[in-house]
């Protein structure tokens, strides 16, 4: 919520749109809440993700986070589907399209001709306990990231992926959360 409040402090009072959807994490959270068992037990949290951090924010939200995107312009922002260690190349001859998505938790990107795909990282803190089910080695590669994507008057997208090394450069100014 501290990071939401920094974005949303940032917006101000702009009327932009800011569109949440669920990943395969939230959805995780939604099959262990539908198991009458950890109901039963006293097991079930006690706010969703959205609720505990996107309610009353104004973001729309998608709940189907296989279907759900945001298009702008010729290019795509989706959770992603694919896991592998060239997952941007696997979503771009997949999909067949412009794509940007953080399914991962990694950074790379592949263009092939006209078309591009940008895997942009997460935006989580990889030491975190929850991240545990995953071995010290694995969370290494893991990467924060984002995408800048600029609307051209032609309707063409332009994407720059910046991944956080200590920190995020964009127009020459790096911008750390210390």
Known sequence: NEYLDQIDDAIGTRKVEKEYFYGNHEDWYLQYT???????????????????????RGYNFQKDWRNAKVIIGDTEIIHGMWCTTHSAHKHLITLRRNVVFFHTHRFNTHLEGGLSAYN????????????????????????????????????????????????????NKLYKND
């Open 120 to 171: 942009c990282g997460f935006g989580g803190d990889r030491t975190a306990p929850v991240f545990n089910y995953m071995s010290g080695f694995q969370k290494e590669a893991w990467t924060n990231g984002l995408a800048v994507i600029k609307l051209g008057v032609d309707n063409i997208s332009r994407v720059t992926a910046i991944p956080y090394n200590e920190g995020l450069l964009f127009n």
């Open 34 to 56: 539908k198991q009458a068992d950890n109901s039963k037990l006293g097991h079930q949290p006690s706010l969703s993700p959205y609720h505990a951090c996107f309610e009353g």
